[in-house]
């Protein structure tokens, strides 16, 4: 299929290095505009001239159906010509199947973007922090729905991001209902050009011919009788709030007639569940009307439906919300050529003083844009509300609220970039509330004897706002206390960090605590709620103050569609040039997981397009970035060339009964992590010497002049130390242990610099010996130094991943 104008221009300007703005009416193809560049850049281009990886991020976690369709679509024709395909992935919380990134087309959220690029990767330990960052930054970034991204912590950031990138990076920010102030604001700030579909674009997009949509509201509340009332074959009515939804759902399934079918869809269900109820919406609320099964069918939903389903319906009922909110889940009605539909908006309960329930959107103002948006859509009321009427009524309601938002983001970007330079060089987790969602919510689980949980967040849960936690553990203490309740109601989740020498990540002990007073809840990573008091069922969801007989300590998280990566916790003897060879093969030449049965490419193709922009931009030369790689693979282990590292493997080959001779440069020793024999073994033996600051430090003076570095720019320099020093873990300081090189220490580092084509590369100034506690802080990237991160994110990614898959490459 061919591409719509405006598709083509995303394309023309994607592929011609300019980033781009787009908005479009839900329903148009954005998607597919934004795909379109990278799939034939995949296909077609060399490495240097576009990204070979795109990080597609949503705001929330969404369907993946739909997206696998449009790159089937997409690539078809590029894989049929080819004859090799895209490793396209998923990495969210609830699939994780893509931790480190190495999927080629990789769909996630944005927390998970923000969070790898912060170096407080969601899905990795500490430890890994410094691992995901550098797949960002060198690959095409989409970014979708942008206009619902926190705006006091994902939208800031993502803004700083993007201006940090704006020219390296390329990059497509996407939103159906941004005002016109916000599309040209931030088109200046990160020098972006604006896609805008028009009126005449919409002739000629097939989804947008010939469909009707009016609007009408309503001054009552959403009830069953008005949802019946109305004589449509499909309708979807959607509240605020979890329990009013439930309510709703229970009026309508005791008054419906016997030939309609009604689910009910929000966030308080298990995955399997939630899952199964999606299938269904996309077979009776899908284009492909022959596909229907049932006369009537009516979902009844909160707002997890309004990203990421392509479905549409004749009536769509909602509460009144934000215009962007509102135009959103109009959306989900009149979605395809043709069709006629009713958008019905009401009024919200009040509370006891008169005011309108607004919530979640009852706080910064949200509760003055529902106000507007009511006013706005009254105006209009019982007229048809096409593309443009649209973009008047976000105008109206949005344009005041979105100046003030960007010109407080400018007012605070300079205390914001410093929250993120501190989440990114102390790996302060603490402030994702602050740069990527301020999560007012908490999980809830529900089990009857919690601490028998070896790992709680192996369970399903639910994620409830922080008030309605409150709200929970109020009315339940109340019942408690009328009834005579004598066994618990709610226990909150505490872990306990316990330092191991040998495991590479800290152990962690989960204890579950009474909660006897709500301020005990503050802080709370989690709850558990007694069985006894709660229910749960495919139908309703989760509610408290029920009974269920439903087997809650069977509900672990299920990891759909996701395979588990494998871990090599097996270690084969190698000396330290075939170490280097392994690593540089992954880096030229890619590696095959024999486990995943996957090819990942060669991770110099994960660098070249950002390199050869950096050229452009900042006169670096994309040679001495590939060069840079090269030095720090051939160089990262050299702290192993000391004599007492050595000597320890020597001593250990020796215990296992296979020993090697003394001039053997040992970089691994054989190791099975699963054999007892081994584990003792290694605590009798104790920790291996220290080796990551010491390589770093023994190639001080090389690394000065293999990069030209001087005072003023020393950027690539510090990147390639801090890189070496921080290859096990992201947050080392630096300091070293005394080292003394093996005598054979020359020759090693000699052929290793063969292996990775730097033959002629001098390194008589490697310091072979020096005392223990030198540090190298002042030899280390800061924080606020934008191209020194820059390169030491790209540089590390480079390096972990190719000593991670050096020996996993044979396995």
């Known amino acids: 299929m061919s591409l719509y104008p405006y598709q083509q221009q995303v394309k023309e300007l994607s592929l011609g290095g300019q980033s781009v703005i787009l908005q479009a009416p839900t329903g148009a193809g954005k998607t597919r505009a934004a795909l379109s560049p990278f799939i034939e850049a995949f296909f077609d281009f060399s490495a240097e001239s576009f990204p070979r990886k795109c990080i597609y991020s949503v705001p929330l976690r969404t369907l993946a159906n739909q997206f696998d369709a449009e790159y089937d679509e997409l690539a078809a024709s590029y894989e049929r010509r080819h004859r090799h395909s895209m490793n396209v992935t998923i990495q969210t919380g609830e699939q994780p199947c893509d931790r480190k990134l190495e999927g080629d087309l990789i769909f996630t959220t944005i927390d998970q973007t923000l969070s790898n ?26 970014f979708d729905e942008f206009h619902l991204y926190d705006p006091s912590a994902a939208l800031p950031t993502t803004l700083q991001l993007l201006s940090m990138l704006k020219d390296i990076t390329p990059f497509v920010l996407m939103t159906a209902t941004f005002s016109q102030a916000m599309l040209s604001r931030l088109a200046d700030i990160l020098n972006a050009e604006v896609v805008q579909v028009t009126e005449d674009d919409l002739g000629d997009i097939t989804s947008q011919k010939d469909k009707v949509r009016y609007v009408h509201t309503v001054d009552d509340l959403l009830t069953a009788g008005r949802v019946l009332d109305e004589d449509a074959t499909r309708s979807i009515a959607i509240c605020n709030t979890v329990e009013r939804a439930q309510n709703l759902y229970r009026e309508l399934r005791s008054r419906a007639p016997a030939n309609t079918e009604i689910k ?48 549409t319906c004749e009536a769509l009922h909602t509460e009144i919300a934000p215009a962007n909110s509102v135009l959103q889940r109009a959306g989900r009605c009149a979605r395809y050529q043709g069709e006629t539909s009713h958008v019905y908006v009401y009024r919200v309960p009040e509370d006891d003083d008169g005011k309108p329930q607004y919530a979640p959107y009852h706080q910064g103002g949200q509760a003055e844009l529902c106000d507007k948006t009511w006013i706005a859509l009254t105006d209009r009321s019982g007229e048809v509300l096409g593309y443009t009427e649209e973009l008047n009524v976000l105008n109206e309601v949005h344009l005041g609220a979105d100046e003030r938002l960007l010109d407080e983001l400018q007012a605070s970007r300079h205390a914001h970039r410093h929250l993120m330079e501190t989440a990114i060089g102390q790996q302060e987790r603490g402030l994702a509330r602050e740069l990527i969602r301020d999560v007012n919510a908490k999980t809830v689980l529900v089990h009857p004897h919690p601490n028998e949980m070896e790992n709680p967040w192996t369970y399903d849960g639910f994620s409830l706002f922080t008030g309605s936690v409150y709200k929970m553990y109020r009315e339940l203490d109340e019942w408690a206390l009328d009834t005579g309740f004598e066994d618990w109601v709610i226990q909150r989740l505490q872990e306990d960090k316990l330092p191991s020498i040998d495991a590479p990540q800290e152990e962690v002990l989960y204890r579950w605590t009474e909660v006897l007073d709500s301020s005990l809840l503050e802080g709370a990573l989690a709850v558990v709620i007694n069985p006894k008091v709660a229910a749960y069922d495919e139908a309703l969801g989760f509610r408290w103050l029920e009974s269920s007989h439903h087997p809650w300590e069977e509900m672990k998280r299920q990891r759909a569609g996701c395979d588990q990566p494998p871990t090599y916790s097996d270690y084969q003897r190698e000396t330290y040039a075939e170490h280097i060879y392994g690593l540089y093969r992954t880096y030229a030449e890619g590696y095959y997981d024999r486990v995943q049965r996957k090819v990942y490419r060669p991770l110099r193709e994960e660098i070249a397009h950002v390199a050869s922009r950096i050229e452009r931009a900042w006169g ?32 250990w080959q020796h215990a296992i009964g296979v020993p ?8 691994h020793t054989d190791y099975v992590g699963s054999d007892p024999e081994h584990q003792a073994l290694q605590k009798q ?14 190639m001080i003076d090389v690394f000065w002049d293999a990069v030209g570095a001087d005072k003023d720019d020393r950027s690539l320099y510090d990147a390639m130390m801090t890189a070496i020093v921080r290859h096990h873990t992201a947050g080392h300081a630096g300091s070293c242990s005394a080292f003394t090189a093996h005598d054979t220490a020359p020759a090693a580092l000699r052929e290793a610099l063969k292996v990775v084509g730097l033959d002629e590369a001098p390194f008589d100034s490697v310091v072979w010996s020096f005392g223990a506690n030198e540090e190298l802080p002042q030899e280390m990237v800061s924080v606020r130094d934008e191209r020194g991160l820059v390169f030491y994110f790209l540089l590390t990614r480079v390096l972990r991943l190719a000593d991670q898959r050096s020996q996993a490459y044979e396995q």
């Not at 690029?117 to 095409?140: D, E, F, K």
């Not at 840079?628 to 693979?633: G, V």
Request: hydrophobic content about 45%; glycine content about 6%; aromatic content about 10%.
């Open 117 to 142: 690029t912060l170096a407080i990767p969601y899905a990795l330990s500490n430890r890994q922090a410094n691992l995901n960052a550098g797949a960002v930054m060198g690959a095409y970034l989409v």
């Open 264 to 311: 009910l869809l929000h966030s308080r269900f298990y995955q399997a569940d939630r899952e199964k109820k999606e299938r269904w919406l996309q077979r009776e609320f899908g284009k492909e009307k022959e596909a229907y099964t049932v006369e009537r069918a009516i979902l009844v939903a909160t707002q997890v439906v309004e990203v990421g389903l392509d479905v």
């Open 620 to 651: 670096v030369p994309a040679d001495m970035i590939e060069q840079a790689a090269r030095w720090i693979i051939a160089a990262h282990d050299v702290g192993k060339m000391g004599q007492a590292w050595q000597d320890w493997t020597h001593r």
């Open 660 to 667: 090697i001779p003394n001039d053997y440069m040992a970089a």
């Open 685 to 698: 033996l104790g920790r291996r010497p220290n080796h990551a600051a010491e390589s770093a430090y023994a």
